[in-house]
């Protein structure tokens, strides 16, 4: 499987507290199957965590990638951002401020718990006309989203993909979290289930579970495409 959605780099955001934090991480990614991971730190985020793309964040990726090989631990870590949108995202992503995943096409958004849809497909329309195909990143948890899951595919019909939390699937994010990820899943209309892991202790990047559940709700040719054939397509800048 590979990871899409992972606050596995340190000191950067609320995810890895340091290097070893980050190992351990990655073992558990491991340990679940995972061979690749995308970093994605929170990015753009008002009065927040900002993590524009610099030197820093670069020689802290070849820092952890470079004691994973000296671990012997076989995960390899892809540079991203998670990009909270605001501003102007679109420019950002063209002068390389933010990072798509992998430097793709395909750049992970993640909204305002409480913005407005109208503003949500705005931004998104934006992306899209630029050449971008934005991956909306867990969607099931947006306010806009549960007053109207038809949200869903207006999402999709404006070439936008969907990614789910694993946690989500499980109950941890609420209720309407809880069921329209399985909504989600059941009708195929999530494009990946990632694990957005903030620890190796809580929100762990163990995604062994969520390709079971998935197949279990769908089936094993689902669970496949959206936590390893569509993830390794972004990996690759490959159409999906
Ligand atoms: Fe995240």
């Known amino acids: ?19 070893e934090e980050s190992v351990r991480m990655a073992q558990i990614a491991v340990n679940s199957g995972i061979k690749a991971v995308v970093a994605t730190p929170h990015s753009n985020v008002p009065n927040s965590h900002q993590n524009f793309w610099c030197e820093d964040i ?20 892809f ?15 063209k ?28 931004q998104l329309e934006a992306l899209v006309a630029e050449g971008f195909t ?26 936008c993909l969907l990614q789910i939390n694993k946690g989500s699937i499980k109950g941890s994010f609420g209720k309407s979290a809880y069921y329209i990820s399985r909504k989600m899943i059941s009708k195929q209309l999530a494009d990946f289930v ?23 709700m769908s089936s094993f040719d689902y669970a496949e495409l959206i936590l390893n054939q569509n993830p390794a397509k972004v990996i690759l800048n490959k159409k999906i």
């Open 79 to 93: 540079p991203g951002n998670e990009i909270f949108a605001n501003g102007d995202i679109v420019e950002m992503l």
């Open 1 to 19: 499987m590979i990871d899409i959605h992972c606050h596995i780099l340190f000191g950067l955001d609320d995810g890895s507290d340091n290097i």
């Open 134 to 159: 934005p991956i909306v990143a867990h969607p099931e948890r947006y306010a806009f989203v549960h007053e109207d899951t038809n949200a869903i595919l207006r999402m999709k019909r404006r070439g």
């Open 95 to 122: 002068t390389q401020k933010l990072l798509a995943l992998n430097n793709s096409i395909y750049p992970l958004i993640e909204f305002d718990t409480y913005e407005r849809s109208a503003s949500a497909y705005r």
């Open 194 to 216: 990632a694990s957005d892991a903030h620890s190796p202790y809580m929100r762990t990047p163990f995604l062994a579970e969520a390709h079971e559940e998935v197949s279990l």
């Open 58 to 77: 670069a020689n802290r990726l070849n820092q952890l990638n470079q004691r994973l090989e000296q671990d012997q631990i076989p995960l390899k870590v």
